[in-house]
């Protein structure tokens, strides 16, 4: 399945999942955008590597997001596929979550989300469809202990994809998204690895999550051959959730 023109937006895609997400997309023959928050040169090099663009922005920023948007689409060409990605994980008992913890959380990891599609939609329904991915979070389902800042936002993720795919599936923009569980990255191992450790222990498949599982179901839900998909949530955790 080589592509060719066609532009995609991976945000957060400096290291880890949004990383392997660009390259993934990039070796489909995607032109991409690989937005960085604050590592401009982890950014460029994966868009080197890719014949890609990067770009910067805070994703918590709409203006800036729309600003991202309007010029990766005047050097690259009109997105066909966004992959909200960025975010953070930091963990935090509830007496000890902020204000600043708590609205930082959901202007990045909701808003983050929120920000790309309302930016890209125009252009997708100008042009006949589109697709947009959203990373949530297996916590989101399972809930989870000193993270009620992050699973609350990621949770809302969720309700976001289905209800914004429900309003744009007449456009054929379609709307979905990805439930990592833990993967090895180096978000979750600047957590608490042994929670990483605990989960790779009881989920069924022997095989530690690395971010090319991630990527390769981004690509999936990006394609045609995922047409008559929208408004769901994958998870995609080893069978974790079913244990």
């Given at each position: 399945?080589?592509?060719k023109d066609k532009v995609a937006?991976?945000?957060?895609a400096s290291s880890g999942i949004g990383r392997a997400t660009a390259e993934r997309l990039g070796t489909l023959g995607y032109r991409v955008a690989v937005h960085y928050g604050t590592n401009a040169a982890a950014a460029?090099?994966?868009a080197a590597s890719i014949d890609g663009l990067a770009f910067g922005c805070d994703v918590a920023d709409?203006?800036?997001v729309e600003a991202m948007v309007r010029d990766a689409e005047a050097a690259l060409g009109p997105i066909d596929v966004?992959?909200?990605?960025?975010?953070?994980?930091?963990?935090?008992?509830?007496a000890d979550v902020t204000?600043?913890?708590?609205d930082r959380s959901l202007r990045v990891l909701l808003g983050g989300c929120f920000h790309l599609a309302r930016a890209v939609v125009p252009g997708m329904r100008a042009r006949g469809g589109g697709s947009?991915?959203?990373?949530a979070s297996e916590l989101a389902l399972i809930g989870g202990v000193g993270i009620a800042h992050y699973v609350a936002a990621k949770a809302a993720v969720i309700s976001l994809i289905e209800n914004v795919a429900a309003e744009l599936g007449p456009d054929r923009i379609?709307?979905?998204?990805?439930?990592?569980g833990v993967i090895s990255t180096p978000l979750v191992h600047r957590g608490r690895p042994e929670r990483y450790e605990k989960q790779f222990r009881h989920q069924p498949w022997p095989d530690r999550g690395e971010p090319d599982v991630i990527a390769d179901v981004a690509a999936f839900l990006c394609s045609d051959e995922a047409r008559f998909i929208t408004g769901e949530t994958i998870a995609v955790d080893g069978g974790f959730l079913r244990t």
């Open positions: 399945m080589i592509l937006l991976v945000t957060g460029q090099a994966v709409p203006a800036a966004a992959v909200a990605n960025a975010g953070f994980y930091e963990e935090r008992a509830l204000d600043e913890l708590w947009i991915v959203c990373l379609r709307v979905v998204g990805i439930a990592p």
